[in-house]
């Protein structure tokens, strides 16, 4: 795989690291010389000095026959720009873009982005998964089919505890194909009774994800 | 016609001025405060502190009821990001950027944001001069 990093900070030089070790052809692309100096004296010969933005710079690095274009610079609108103009004039097949707004990502979807990364949301994500609120917490979201794989876990409290998962009613556009009990998955049948400290992973809708809180934790 | 305008630098204020005068109502963004004096004291619209890519910054300037939005700023990037919001997330009728670089300026022609480039007006501008004048030594 050919893969062009944009941004050489600390995200682009990690993930160019680790692309490089995996075996992937990778050329980072970076403003600021005195970076790219440390970049090629870490990782090689695999870093072009100038502003990804610029078409003359992609098509300079070969940005026709790459696979995929990650851009990872700190500012939004720079990481937008480099992946529309990857995608639009040199066709790269798929471009995934670093976001630090969150609010951001919609906007990247609807503008032809294939993947958003925030770590804003990441560290959201994981300070939820510490909050004990009955909270459905979004593990992987597959934008394009409006699909995610979401974790809740019951506790006592819980009103469907001790009932078979028949019960539920599960609406069409919500299914759970597994649940984690004592640390070891159980794929559950139409009969399998929940209990405390189940964890429930679910696939859901985005409308089949507040159904699905009803359902597990709405008293009866 | 409302018109927003992100951006009061040189062009920008000077825009805002033009349309206010012209009696259109005008807010001008910028992230710099400072930036509103080049407005001067005569202007007659409405000013606000913020970053125009932020969607919640747009929305409490009145995107949407915006007619027009006119993006200024001295980033290419930040001009096509704004734009691309104000066209395509809040459906804004009119919406012009300011694209310094020429490629980026034909691709986003490309796809559909209707461009300025001061850096091609103004060697065109410059060359219409010094070719014009039929001047020079014979």
């Keep these: ?220 | 016609m409302f018109a927003i305008i992100m951006g009061c630098g040189r062009v920008g204020a000077r825009l805002a001025n033009l349309l206010a005068d012209q009696g259109h109502e005008v807010t001008v963004l910028d992230v710099n405060s400072q930036a509103f004096w080049r407005l001067g004291p005569d202007f007659r619209g409405a000013t606000m502190l913020g970053n125009g890519i932020d969607v919640d910054v747009l929305r409490r300037a009145g995107i949407e009821r915006a007619d027009s939005f006119a993006a200024t700023t001295q980033g290419d990037n930040r001009n096509i990001m704004a734009s691309q919001i104000a066209k395509h997330i809040f459906n804004v009728p009119k919406v012009v950027t300011r694209i310094y670089d020429p490629i980026r300026q034909d691709t986003y022609a490309d796809l559909g944001l209707e461009t300025v480039s001061p850096t091609v007006l103004g060697a065109a501008a410059l060359l219409d001069v010094i070719t014009s004048q039929g001047a020079g030594k014979d």
């Excluded at chain 1, 795989?1 to 992937?24: F, T």
């Excluded at chain 1, 609807?110 to 979004?138: C, W, Y």
């Design chain 1, 1 to 220: 795989m050919y893969a062009i990093v944009a941004g050489g900070g600390k995200v682009g030089y990690y993930l160019a690291k680790e692309l490089v070790e995996q075996g992937h052809e990778v050329l980072v692309i970076e403003r600021d010389g005195k970076q790219c100096a440390i970049i090629q004296e870490d990782l090689g010969d695999i870093v072009m000095q100038g502003d990804a933005a610029e078409a003359s710079v992609l098509a300079e690095a070969g940005t026709a026959r790459a696979d995929v274009i990650v851009s990872v610079t700190g500012d939004d609108e720079d990481n937008l720009v480099i992946s529309q103009v990857a995608k639009k004039r040199f066709q790269v097949p798929r471009a995934i873009a670093r976001i630090n707004n969150p609010k951001n990502e919609q906007i990247f979807r609807m503008l032809g982005i294939d993947a958003t990364v925030s770590s804003t949301e990441v560290i959201l994500g994981v300070l939820e998964q510490e909050l004990p609120a009955h909270a459905i917490v979004p593990l992987l979201r597959l934008r394009h089919a409006d699909v995610a794989v979401v974790e809740t876990v019951l506790d006592e409290q819980a009103p469907v505890v001790g009932r078979p998962l028949r019960d539920l009613n599960l609406p069409a556009e919500c299914t759970i194909p597994l649940i984690i009990r004592g640390g070891a998955p159980l794929f559950p049948s139409p009969d399998t009774r929940l209990s405390a400290g189940d964890e429930i992973i679910a696939l859901t809708t985005t409308r089949g994800e507040a159904r699905l809180r009803d359902l597990l934790w709405a008293p009866r």
